[in-house]
Nanobody, 115 residues
Framework: QVQLVESGGGLVQPGGSLRLSCAAS????????MGWYRQAPGKQRELVAR???????NYEDSVKGRFTISGDSAKRTVSLAMNSLKAEDTAVYFC?????????WGKGTLVTVSS
């Protein structure tokens, strides 16, 4: 089993920045990719950004150029630096890890972008 704990959410004004972090524990050996998803009220969960520990990243189109994902393959941690935040970025952000084809999820951290 893999446990994921997120931190760093909160309230920020439009145009501001936040950094989310996620740490994996438990059976972290052979986690080969981690990522961030988000779910806004009334919407489906969607991929925000993902990184594999070969260094390949991909991003949802609306966050390209504003968000940056980074990861530590040894520690199995992942962070998401979010800049130029918009109201439409408001959502619960979930950390995800994939290990041997199985996805594990954190409980989520709320990001609210509002003036």
């Amino acid at each position: 089993q893999v446990q994921l704990v997120e931190s760093g959410g909160g309230l920020v004004q439009p145009g501001g920045s936040l950094r989310l972090s996620c740490a994996a524990s438990g059976s972290i050996f052979r986690i080969n990719a981690m990522g961030w998803y988000r779910q806004a009220p009334g919407k489906q969960r969607e991929l925000v950004a993902r990184i594999n520990f070969g260094g390949i990243t991909n991003y949802e189109d609306s966050v390209k150029g504003r968000f940056t994902i980074s990861g530590d393959s040894a520690k199995r941690t992942v962070s998401l630096a979010m800049n130029s935040l918009k109201a439409e970025d408001t959502a619960v952000y979930f950390c995800q890890a994939r290990r041997l084809g199985v996805d594990y999820w954190g409980k989520g951290t709320l990001v609210t972008v509002s003036s």
